[in-house]
C-alpha cells in the first residue's frame, strides 16, 4: 500500500518569498491533516480536512498561510510571504476518518523549508 | 484533551527490553491513548494504540493500567534502528472532536550497543 506522498522533500527561500507544499494522502483515506514541526518540537496542528471542507484551521497563521484541497484528495498548503521563523518540517497526514479515534493515522515524511 | 507526561529521555542496551512510561491522570472514559515514534529525519510512524486492554502487535506491547491513568510502550528486543523520539498521545473520540493527534514533547530513546 502506497503510503502519503509528499513534495518538495526539501526547499530554501529568501524571507518575504512564496513557497507551496504537495500532499497524496494515501487512496481513501477522507481525513488530510497538514503539521508544522519547529525544530526540537512536536509536530503542531494547522489544518485539517474531512474531504474537501475544513474542520479544524484554528491554529493556521491566515494572513500567510493557506491550505486547500479542492477535489478532497491531494492537498496544497501555502506560505505568502514567508517569515524566518516559518523554518520548520511540514508534514501531511492522513487518516479513513477523523472524528473516530480508532482509526490510525499515518504520515508522510515532510517537507523541510528553510527561510534564509 | 487529556495531557501526558514523559520523561525527556531514556537510554536502552541493544537486545534488551525497552520499556517507556506515559502517565495520563487526567484520561477520559472515551480517550485512546496511542503511541508514535518519529526516527530521525523521518516523519512520526504509528507504532500501537488501545483504550483499556492491553495490546501488542509486531513492533511492540501496550500495558495500560486498570485505572487507566498510566501506560507503558514495551519494545521487546531494542535494536539499534529503534533510537528515536516516541511520543504518547491521547486522543479523544467523539461528534465533537476532530480526532486529531496533539504531540507533545516526547521521549528520546537511545540504544546504546
Known amino acids: 500500500e502506497a503510503g502519503v506522498a509528499q513534495s518538495p522533500r526539501y526547499k530554501i527561500i529568501e524571507k518575504r518569498q512564496s513557497v507551496a507544499f504537495w500532499c497524496n494522502p494515501i487512496?481513501?483515506?477522507?481525513?488530510l491533516y497538514w503539521y508544522q514541526q519547529i525544530l526540537g518540537q512536536g509536530p503542531k496542528l494547522l489544518i485539517q480536512f474531512q474531504n474537501n471542507g475544513v474542520v479544524d484551521d484554528s491554529q493556521l497563521p491566515k494572513d500567510r498561510f493557506s491550505a486547500e484541497r479542492l477535489k478532497g484528495v491531494d492537498s496544497t498548503l501555502k506560505i505568502q510571504p514567508a517569515k524566518l521563523e516559518d523554518s520548520a518540517v511540514y508534514l501531511c497526514a492522513s487518516s479513513p476518518t477523523g472524528a473516530d479515534s480508532g482509526n490510525t493515522i499515518y504520515f508522510g515524511e515532510g517537507s523541510w523549508l528553510t527561510v534564509v | 484533551d487529556a495531557k501526558t507526561t514523559q520523561p525527556p529521555s531514556m537510554d536502552c542496551a541493544e537486545g534488551r527490553a525497552a520499556n517507556l512510561p506515559c502517565n495520563h491522570s487526567?484520561?477520559?472514559?472515551?480517550?485512546?491513548v496511542y503511541w508514535y515514534r518519529q526516527i530521525h529525519s523521518q516523519g512520526p510512524q504509528y507504532i500501537i494504540h488501545?483504550?483499556?486492554n492491553n495490546e501488542t502487535n509486531e513492533m511492540a506491547s501496550l500495558i495500560i493500567t486498570e485505572d487507566r491513568k498510566s501506560s507503558t510502550l514495551i519494545l521487546p528486543h531494542a535494536t539499534l534502528r529503534d533510537t528515536a523520539v516516541y511520543y504518547c498521545i491521547v486522543r479523544r473520540s467523539g461528534s465533537s472532536n476532530t480526532g486529531k493527534l496533539i504531540f507533545g514533547q516526547g521521549t528520546t530513546l537511545q540504544v546504546k550497543p
Open positions: 487512496s481513501g483515506h477522507a481525513t
Open positions: 488501545g483504550l483499556k
Open positions: 487526567t484520561i477520559s472514559g472515551n480517550e485512546y
